[in-house]
Nanobody
């Protein structure tokens, strides 16, 4: 089975922080490059952050300086620390990666976790 499991969403006031986690159900593959996406109501899904196997990170301009992507390789988990949250950060957040499985190259998504930022 190839599945990502997310946790850590919730409701927070503007200026607050949340930390999202993403791991592999059953630890069936090793996370390499991971992307964090979000989708706000009525909008398309957008990439907000990514982290490579070598821990290089990249951020969308809207979150640069506020969000931090990191990983715990020993635990095979990836995190998105979100600071100074704004109401416009309200969205469902998804982790996303690719892996080889059963001779196929698969794109794998987390189930999504709701982040709500109130004013």
């Amino acid at each position: 089975q190839v599945q990502l499991v997310e946790s850590g969403g919730g409701t927070v006031q503007a200026g607050g922080s949340l930390r999202l986690s993403c791991g592999v159900a059953g630890n069936t593959f090793i996370i390499e490059t991971m992307g964090w996406f979000r989708q706000a109501p009525g909008k398309g899904r957008e990439l907000v952050a990514s982290i490579t196997a070598g821990d290089a990170t990249n951020y969308a301009d809207a979150v640069k300086g506020r969000f931090i992507a990191s990983r715990d390789s020993a635990a095979n988990m990836v995190f998105l620390e979100m600071n100074d949250l704004k109401t416009e950060d309200t969205a469902v957040y998804y982790c996303n990666t690719h892996t080889s499985w059963n001779r196929k190259y698969l794109e794998v998504w987390g189930q999504g976790t709701q982040v709500t930022v109130s004013s």
